[in-house]
């Protein structure tokens, strides 16, 4: 029974991994380098999972065909168990340093324990350096084992070192930080109470938990949010839309009503001209953060287009519309940007969704557009220009 109890898991955590490899499969993703790492760390704990299945389905086999399939399946295990770690790795030190270029300059070095693990791997089978089979095929391990175990999880601890130390001098979104530091600690633990109690199951059911995790806070994430300023993308917005225009149209009550506003930065493209883009790239994000802290939690907001934002959240009438939209222009009119050769402000078109004069949720963000553009229009004839000197 506790055999059976030990496989059911490992099948029920491999079933899991390849329900999230197809669900993760995305050929539009292959470019990017995070993502590939991703599904090679799932891939590899597929296989890791199968092969320990069949270690523990075999172990004491006194055929010689089992005797076979777990050497063999023994094999594969302590050749790909330090592959996950190490490829976790690579990942956190994509996601935190400075550069991509940066990170795959490591890859090399990081991938020196894994190799020698490999080596010693293959060896085993003749030398027993790592695990072995008595003459009744049961598993031992072997008198190198806590080698073996030392270069798997000294990955897990580089990688928890190198975030915590990157995270004070790059700015990572607080999902991200939280995902890239929780990933070492189940298996770790788990690792630590395994070689414990030996007949325990608990490594690869943590690391499908930890890369669960990682999917969650960052894989998942980056489908449905915008890179640079980390509130959600278009297609987020077109999706959010539609919902809440059919809860609108299915209950006429006022809970179901919302509103929303479109905003475009003033004269983004001068700051991108005469102070560079990565000076744009800075207006950008704190302006979303000034939107941001004018806003609830639960108010949903997104990036457009290039320099526009849309936010929408549940409101019934313009006069409270009018609040928050007042709220967000104190809020940039209060606001002294780090680079003083221009000051960040918003034209703004808002209005609560009407079912008769929106037809769906492009109609309204059409609506939200062309009062924006009015206000901006209005400025330009006043001579407005969001650059220090300039009319306001």
Known sequence: MELFLRIDLSIFCLLFTLVLVLGTRNRGDRAFLDYRLFMLMLGSSAVELAADTAMWFLDGSASPAGRTGLVASSLVYYLGHPLVPMLYSFYAA??????????????????????????????????????????????HHGPLFLVFAAASYSYLLFAFVLVAVSARRKALERRTLFALLFFPIPPAIAGAFQMRYYGLVLIWPAIVLSLLVIYINIQQRKLSSDYLTGVFNRRRLDEYLETRVRESRAEARPAKRFAGFLADMDDFKLINDRCGHAAGDEALITAVRLVRSCLRSEDFLARYAGDEFVAIFPLSTEAELAQVVDRVRLRFAEHAPPDARYRLSLS???????????????????????????EKAAKKALGYIAWAGGRA
């Open 348 to 374: 703004i078109g808002a209005a609560v969704f009407d079912p008769e004069l929106d037809a769906d949720g492009d109609k309204f963000i059409e609506r939200l557009d062309a009062l924006m553009y009015k």
């Open 94 to 139: 994509h996601q935190v340093l400075p550069s991509a270029r940066r990170a795959r300059s490591w890859f090399p070095f990081l991938a020196i324990p894994a190799a020698a693990s490999a080596l010693l791997s293959l060896a085993t089978p003749f030398t027993g350096l790592y695990y072995y089979m008595d003459p009744a095929g049961v598993y």
